[in-house]
């Protein structure tokens, strides 16, 4: 494929399903349903288009129920849309579904592709037979991975002996074990701590930069969409709603900063000089509430500014939530940031 062309291409992807509605139960009670007409019909993707070039990261995102598992299953060939078209690498996914998976790599966060009872390194070795990786090419991946992942400590040890950090790890080596020129990750940071997150997004943010490989991420947190994907698709009730940089959807949607701050001492009057996008609220003489507007501070350029006011004892700084973001997309309203403390 030559490298101007798109390695996803979605053109009107819809997909549709019939809900049986309350009453009937069971295979018999199904069958009377829809001979009956007391079906419902569900759309969880409706219409989406967009295309994915060689290389790009991008975050698919939205709420519970918004359609990104669905638009996932399609483009893995797991599941036929109602309407549309889907070409990855390619390939129609649901009509060259072994194809299209051995050019692919698949990484989902509450499932597993290793085998529960072997240890993660026979697992791997397994991988390294289905997908026919030649031995050469096999050692030098799996070398990255024990590397990048800090695999080493628990090569030997049985998968469902493994911490989920550390099962997520192995997942991930087994997805980049044949060279994919494309990773799809469905919340692969997903009940994770923060050093095995730093983990994560160190590896797949390598993995892009040195090997040029392009990733669809779905997940619900901010960190993985801040430190990973330079564009977000936002899709809400099956539709396509934002399709931009990652920057401008929390500039468009985050409106400010807000920052408890401890100072070690009184800062002195004559050290205020407030800017017109900053308000401050005191609790006290030491202890202040801050408030930045978005558009001109970010977190970093915030704290720079209040340590040029007095050496600082404490402080947390309130992030707006990705959930919080995608849900004022649509009500336009202004709701409490979660707070996040940073020392």
């Not at 990048?148 to 192995?170: A, E, I, K, N």
């Not at 430190?227 to 809400?236: A, E, K």
């Amino acid at each position: 494929m030559p490298t101007t062309e798109p390695i996803i291409r979605v053109e009107h992807l819809t997909r549709t399903f019939h809900r049986r509605r309350a009453g009937r139960r069971g295979v018999l009670g199904m069958l009377q349903s829809l001979t009956a007409g007391d079906t419902e019909i569900l759309t969880a993707v409706s219409d989406v288009s967009f295309t994915i070039g060689r290389g790009e990261m991008v975050g698919y995102i939205g709420q519970n129920g918004a359609g990104k598992s669905t638009t996932i299953k399609m483009l893995t060939g797991i599941m036929v849309p109602s309407s549309g078209s889907a070409s990855v690498l390619g390939f129609t996914p649901w009509q060259e579904r072994k194809a299209l998976a051995r050019r692919i790599g698949v990484v989902f966060g509450q499932r597993t592709q290793l085998w529960w009872d072997l240890p993660l390194r026979d697992s791997l070795e397994l991988l390294r037979y289905m997908y026919r990786v030649p031995e050469q090419r096999f050692r030098e991946n799996l070398t990255i991975a024990r590397e990048v992942l800090d695999l080493d400590p628990f090569m030997g040890t049985p998968v469902r002996q493994l911490s989920l950090g550390q099962r997520m790890r192995g997942d991930l080596a087994g997805a980049i074990l044949h060279d994919p020129d494309l990773l799809v990750l469905d919340e692969p940071t997903i009940g994770l701590d923060l050093l095995a997150k730093d983990h994560i997004r160190a590896f797949l943010r390598r993995y892009n930069q040195e090997r040029g490989v392009t990733m669809l991420l779905t997940t619900h947190d901010l960190g993985d969409i801040e430190h990973l994907c330079d564009r977000v698709i936002v899709i809400d009730e099956g539709r396509v709603r934002f399709d931009g940089s990652a920057s401008e959807l929390h500039g468009r949607f985050a409106d400010r900063i807000e920052v408890t701050v401890d100072f070690a001492f009184a800062p002195q009057e004559g050290d205020l000089a407030l800017p017109e996008s900053v308000q401050v609220q005191r609790e006290g003489d030491t202890r202040w509430q801050v408030r930045f507007d978005a558009s001109h501070w970010t977190s970093g350029s915030a704290v720079r500014w209040l340590t040029t006011l007095g050496e600082l004892r404490d402080i947390a700084i309130s992030e707006t939530s990705l959930e919080h973001i995608i849900r004022e997309m649509y009500r336009g309203a202004t709701v409490p940031a979660q707070v996040a403390d940073v020392h």
